[in-house]
């Protein structure tokens, strides 16, 4: 945990652009942006994985969903539409070990995503 980088940017130790905050959630805006709006949606506390949850984190995963349906109108992408999504592990894309979900619109997505 100590090595995480989300859980630096949680501590202040590394900075990043804010989008939202509050005694549980940070979210900020992606440094390696895939869409024109890419922001991360990550829990204060440290969870490595979806595979890590437990029940007790029911509420807080469900307010990083509820979170990105309210930052896609404040960016002014719920309208045309947008993409959300969680990477687990590394066959599934994950490179940093802090669960995080992924905000992202301002253009076409293709299906299946690759």
Known sequence: MNKCLF???VKGDIPA???FENESILAFRDINPAAPTHIL???KIHIPTLNDLKPEHSNLV???IQLSSVLAKKEGIAEAGYRTGFNCNE???QTVYHLHLHLMG???FGWPPG
């Open 17 to 19: 652009d804010k989008v």
């Open 7 to 9: 859980c630096k940017i």
């Open 62 to 64: 469900g307010e990083m």
């Open 41 to 43: 949606i990550i829990p």
């Open 106 to 108: 301002g253009r076409t």
């Open 91 to 93: 066959a599934g894309g």
